[in-house]
Nanobody, 123 residues
Framework: QVKLVESGGGSVQAGGSLRLSCVAS????????MGWFRQAPGKEREGVAG???????TYRDSVKGRFTISTDNAKNTLYLQMNSLKPEDTAMYYC?????????????????WGQGTQVTVSS
């Protein structure tokens, strides 16, 4: 089993920055691929960024150059550094994990989910 706990959300003005954290516990082999997803009201959950145990990363096009996903294995923590935030980035952000596999940003690909942290960007 894997437990994921997100933090770091908040309210910022457009152009601001936030860093989300996700502390993971449980079987390491069940979290060799990790990702950040988000869901805005009335919209489907979408993949934002992913990273695997080899350090490879992937991003959705709309956040490339603004968001950076990273891990600190010593702290069992996944991060999402978000810069140049836009109002359209407003959403609940979720951390997700799965065992070794392809680095995909499809929510059906992940087995474990956190409870989410809210990000609100005002114009």
């Amino acid at each position: 089993q894997v437990k994921l706990v997100e933090s770091g959300g908040g309210s910022v003005q457009a152009g601001g920055s936030l860093r989300l954290s996700c502390v993971a516990s449980g079987d390491t082999y069940n979290r060799e691929v990790m990702g950040w997803f988000r869901q805005a009201p009335g919209k489907e959950r979408e993949g934002v960024a992913g990273i695997n145990s080899g350090g490879s990363t992937t991003y959705r096009d709309s956040v490339k150059g603004r968001f950076t996903i990273s891990t600190d294995n010593a702290k069992n923590t996944l991060y999402l550094q978000m810069n140049s935030l836009k109002p359209e980035d407003t959403a609940m952000y979720y951390c997700a994990a799965r065992k070794r596999g392809l680095l995909l940003l499809s929510q059906s690909w992940y087995n474990y989910w956190g409870q989410g942290t809210q990000v609100t960007v005002s114009s």
